[in-house]
């Protein structure tokens, strides 16, 4: 069983007071006692143990404190289920006390400046300094054993990067001093955890940064905040820090770069070693310091980071997975917007998109397409909406009580994204084929959940009403009963949620439009056999029907790995053999896509009436299970994909029937009308 330890702050804090106090008062009070007895004649040896009990209260105030202290400083520490108990995990508490870790600190980091100094840093003494990882008492000491200064330099000098570049050895096994500047960094986390005597200088941030302009010492406090668990004030801090170092001395790309004077192993490139550079994995690992970093008033620094500053060595990509944890880790609506972590988020998000839709931002940042991808799966009902507006909106956050009245349940604060910057955006994301399947599967997952929700709401409808007459005629035989509900369900598609169904479906084209023409692939006839995002667009047409809805509250973007399985795992070369009809351009495709998802929910959610009923396929022999024709499942219609040329031939054949558009109003022209629509506001506006 894990060693754990449970301490209430306050409480503790209480304790430690009130035996502050007793201590200093019961000898006082035993003394008294004691010459009162006396007087009195009576004597009386208990008394006495009274100043004892004040000494054994002032011996343990300092281990109770250290102990306060100690599980206050630690990273993992939990809350518990009641009250203020604050948990941890007390195993990697090897120190427990500040002399204790001060004592271990002294005698390691004497032995580290050996080994660096000769040259033998060995697997032993990093595995030593392995074991204190998560010891406050321990990390702490040792930070201040060794400063700033000589830390960044034991870093250099651990590489042998301190040497003459024709008297630096080739590393050709660096795991040690990977391990060691890992180890570096997670003792650096710990001890910015620090509180009360457990904590670091107030100036050491300063120090750390204060020669950021020397590779050398970038390249160490890169490292050093590379893989610590670090506080979020002292990471903040420092990060604010190293933008105005950043900003008061720009990264020159002019000026020479010879790798073999870099830090690091000799053979390789230590990436972007701007003061900003240093701290873009830590931001990343740390989404809220990089939310409050990205928002801050005074210094507006995303605009700066995504438009205006220089990276080398891959490091926008850093910067994309940044943005990206600050936009997507925290997405709530359930705390106003001061306090809100998703609120910030779609802030961001809203922000970074503008900033990305940019030509200027798209050069500055070429490898981020995966992170602005992953941005739009998390927010797609914000660029669904944003279609449906034609480039109104400006950046800032859907603060409503309900940011997506398009669906059922309170959604998480949605982004204010411009549509014109979403298509420009979109436009250069869809260069990277990847992107365009992630982006069409969390569309595809959308459509789908809109289109699941307004089928269950006709159903619904037409159970009250059906329901209502049923108990109005008590008398009604089972023939008129199935007549009824059949006149009713009919009734219900061609108003009301029938009407409103026709409009999303409407809706939901448009924007399908706005992603097949940012990939670039409106006309599919004219593409290429080969195209990637070609074959991506038809596959999602042809396999949308068999994604699962998400449920009311659920983030999008946390389903849309199992739905690009679900669309692009399960297709089989036969099917390109039988092509349909009018599924050559992106507005064929997009057809067929909507009335294979509509024909589907509605079979899902008994929209087709009863198995007797003539709108249902089953009133057809051709259609029944055991005919070559049957195109059912358990669960519904097949995919188009999963069909043989019989079913696929008989699914056509139902869908045509004059009896079946009874109930089955085909989007044909709704379609048509949106991406009409989406031609005349879009074309021309924004390449």
Same mark, same amino acid.
């Given at each position: =069983?894990?060693?754990?330890?449970?301490? /209430?702050?306050?409480?503790?804090?209480?304790?430690?007071?009130?035996?502050?106090?007793?201590?200093?008062?019961?000898?006082?009070?035993?003394?008294?006692?004691?010459?009162?007895?006396?007087?009195?004649?009576?004597?009386?040896?208990?008394?006495?143990?009274?100043?004892?009990?004040?000494?054994?209260?002032?011996?343990?105030?300092?281990?109770?404190?250290?102990?306060?202290?100690?599980?206050?400083?630690?990273?993992?520490?939990?809350?518990?289920?009641?009250?203020?108990?604050?948990?941890?995990?007390?195993?990697?508490?090897?120190?427990?006390?500040?002399?204790?870790?001060?004592?271990?600190?002294?005698?390691?980091?004497?032995?580290?400046?050996?080994?660096?100094?000769?040259?033998?840093?060995?697997?032993?003494?990093?595995?030593?300094?392995?074991?204190?990882?998560?010891?406050?008492?321990?990390?702490?000491?040792?930070?201040?054993?060794?400063?700033?200064?000589?830390?960044?330099?034991?870093?250099?000098?651990?590489?042998?990067?301190?040497?003459?570049?024709?008297?630096?050895?080739?590393?050709?096994?660096?795991?040690?001093?990977?391990?060691?500047?890992?180890?570096?960094?997670?003792?650096?986390?710990?001890?910015?955890?620090?509180?009360?005597?457990?904590?670091?200088?107030?100036?050491?941030?300063?120090?750390?940064?204060?020669?950021?302009?020397?590779?050398?010492?970038?390249?160490?406090?890169?490292?050093?905040?590379?893989?610590?668990?670090?506080?979020?004030?002292?990471?903040?801090?420092?990060?604010?820090?190293?933008?105005?170092?950043?900003?008061?001395?720009?990264?020159?790309?002019?000026?020479?770069?010879?790798?073999?004077?870099?830090?690091?192993?000799?053979?390789?490139?230590?990436?972007?070693? *701007?003061?900003?550079?240093?701290?873009?994995?830590?931001?990343?690992?740390?989404?809220?310091?990089?939310? /409050?970093?990205?928002?801050?008033?005074?210094?507006?620094?995303?605009?700066?980071? !995504?438009?205006?500053?220089?990276?080398?060595?891959?490091?926008?990509?850093?910067?994309?997975?940044?943005?990206?944890?600050?936009?997507?880790?925290?997405?709530?609506?359930?705390?106003?917007?001061?306090?809100?972590?998703?609120?910030?988020?779609?802030?961001?998000?809203?922000?970074?998109?503008?900033?990305?839709?940019?030509?200027?931002?798209?050069?500055?940042?070429?490898?981020?397409?995966?992170?602005?991808?992953?941005?739009?799966?998390?927010?797609? *009902?914000?660029?669904?909406?944003?279609?449906?507006?034609?480039?109104?909106?400006?950046?800032?956050?859907?603060?409503?009580?309900?940011?997506?009245?398009?669906?059922?349940?309170?959604?998480?604060?949605?982004?204010?994204?411009?549509?014109?910057?979403?298509?420009?955006?979109?436009?250069?994301?869809?260069?990277?084929?990847?992107?365009?399947?992630?982006?069409?599967?969390?569309?595809?997952?959308?459509?789908?959940?809109?289109?699941?929700?307004?089928?269950?709401?006709?159903?619904?409808?037409?159970?009250?009403?059906?329901?209502?007459?049923?108990?109005?005629?008590?008398?009604?035989?089972?023939?008129?009963?199935?007549? =009824?509900?059949?006149?009713?369900?009919?009734?219900?598609?061609?108003?009301?949620?029938?009407?409103?169904?026709?409009?999303?479906?409407?809706?939901?084209? =448009?924007?399908?439009?706005?992603?097949?023409?940012?990939?670039?692939?409106?006309?599919?006839?004219?593409?290429?056999?080969?195209?990637?995002?070609?074959?991506?667009?038809?596959?999602?047409?042809?396999?949308?029907?068999?994604?699962?809805?998400?449920?009311?509250?659920?983030?999008?973007?946390?389903?849309?790995?199992?739905?690009?399985?679900?669309?692009?795992?399960?297709?089989?070369? *036969?099917?390109?053999?039988?092509?349909?009809?009018?599924? /050559?351009?992106?507005?064929?495709?997009?057809?067929?896509?909507?009335?294979?998802?509509?024909?589907?929910? !509605?079979?899902?959610?008994?929209?087709?009436?009863?198995?007797?009923?003539?709108?249902?396929?089953?009133?057809?022999?051709?259609?029944?299970?055991?005919?070559?024709?049957?195109?059912?499942?358990?669960?519904?219609?097949?995919?188009?994909?999963?069909?043989?040329?019989?079913?696929?031939?008989?699914?056509?054949?139902?869908?045509?029937?004059?009896?079946?558009?009874?109930?089955?109003?085909?989007?044909?022209?709704?379609?048509?009308?949106?991406?009409?629509?989406?031609?005349?506001?879009?074309?021309?506006?924004? *390449?």
């Amino acid at each position: =069983m894990t060693p754990s330890v449970g301490i /209430d702050p306050a409480l503790m804090t209480q304790l430690i007071n009130g035996m502050k106090r007793a201590s200093h008062t019961l000898p006082d009070v035993g003394r008294q006692v004691e010459q009162t007895l006396t007087t009195l004649g009576v004597p009386l040896w208990g008394p006495g143990h009274l100043s004892s009990i004040g000494r054994q209260m002032n011996d343990r105030i300092p281990s109770l404190q250290g102990r306060l202290d100690l599980i206050l400083a630690t990273p993992d520490r939990r809350s518990g289920t009641g009250g203020g108990v604050l948990w941890a995990d007390e195993s990697g508490w090897l120190s427990k006390s500040p002399a204790e870790g001060m004592a271990s600190a002294t005698t390691l980091a004497a032995e580290i400046r050996t080994k660096i100094t000769s040259r033998s840093l060995d697997a032993q003494t990093v595995a030593e300094l392995e074991r204190h990882r998560n010891d406050p008492f321990f990390a702490v000491a040792f930070l201040t054993m060794i400063p700033p200064r000589e830390l960044t330099s034991l870093i250099s000098r651990a590489y042998s990067a301190d040497l003459p570049p024709s008297s630096r050895p080739l590393l050709y096994d660096t795991a040690i001093q990977d391990r060691f500047l890992t180890m570096l960094s997670t003792l650096l986390g710990t001890a910015s955890h620090g509180v009360g005597r457990t904590r670091l200088a107030a100036d050491y941030a300063d120090r750390l940064i204060e020669d950021i302009d020397h590779p050398q010492n970038a390249y160490a406090v890169k490292r050093l905040l590379q893989d610590g668990d670090f506080d979020h004030a002292f990471l903040l801090a420092l990060v604010r820090k190293l933008h105005d170092k950043d900003l008061a001395h720009p990264p020159d790309l002019t000026l020479p770069r010879d790798p073999w004077t870099l830090p690091g192993p000799r053979d390789v490139s230590p990436g972007d070693l *701007s003061p900003l550079g240093t701290a873009l994995i830590a931001l990343a690992h740390h989404p809220a310091v990089a939310q /409050d970093f990205f928002t801050d008033p005074a210094r507006k620094p995303l605009a700066y980071l !995504m438009r205006d500053h220089p990276w080398l060595g891959g490091a926008d990509t850093d910067l994309g997975w940044a943005i990206q944890a600050a936009t997507t880790e925290f997405r709530d609506h359930d705390l106003p917007p001061g306090g809100s972590r998703g609120y910030k988020s779609a802030l961001i998000a809203s922000w970074a998109l503008r900033f990305w839709s940019a030509p200027k931002t798209q050069t500055n940042l070429p490898t981020t397409r995966p992170h602005l991808a992953a941005i739009l799966t998390q927010y797609i *009902s914000d660029v669904h909406r944003s279609t449906q507006l034609f480039g109104k909106e400006v950046p800032g956050v859907m603060a409503n009580l309900d940011p997506d009245k398009d669906l059922s349940g309170r959604e998480p604060y949605g982004a204010r994204f411009n549509a014109d910057e979403t298509k420009r955006a979109m436009t250069w994301l869809f260069e990277d084929d990847d992107a365009f399947r992630t982006v069409s599967a969390a569309h595809g997952l959308y459509a789908a959940r809109m289109l699941d929700e307004l089928a269950a709401k006709i159903a619904a409808e037409v159970e009250r009403d059906f329901t209502a007459w049923r108990e109005s005629h008590p008398a009604a035989t089972w023939k008129q009963l199935d007549k =009824m509900r059949q006149d009713i369900l009919e009734e219900h598609m061609v108003r009301s949620g029938g009407a409103e169904f026709a409009a999303a479906v409407g809706d939901l084209g =448009m924007t399908t439009w706005v992603i097949a023409d940012a990939a670039n692939i409106s006309s599919i006839e004219k593409a290429k056999a080969d195209d990637v995002r070609t074959r991506t667009f038809k596959q999602l047409t042809e396999q949308v029907v068999g994604l699962v809805p998400t449920p009311p509250g659920k983030f999008i973007g946390l389903v849309v790995d199992t739905a690009e399985s679900l669309v692009f795992d399960k297709v089989t070369p *036969s099917h390109e053999e039988q092509a349909r009809q009018d599924a /050559d351009t992106a507005l064929g495709a997009a057809k067929h896509m909507f009335t294979d998802l509509t024909a589907s929910v !509605m079979m899902r959610h008994g929209l087709f009436g009863e198995v007797s009923a003539q709108t249902h396929p089953y009133y057809y022999e051709d259609f029944a299970p055991g005919a070559t024709g049957h195109f059912l499942t358990d669960k519904g219609i097949r995919p188009w994909a999963e069909m043989s040329a019989d079913q696929r031939s008989a699914y056509e054949e139902w869908l045509s029937l004059h009896t079946t558009g009874r109930v089955f109003n085909r989007p044909d022209d709704a379609l048509a009308l949106s991406f009409k629509e989406a031609e005349k506001h879009y074309v021309g506006r924004t *390449s």
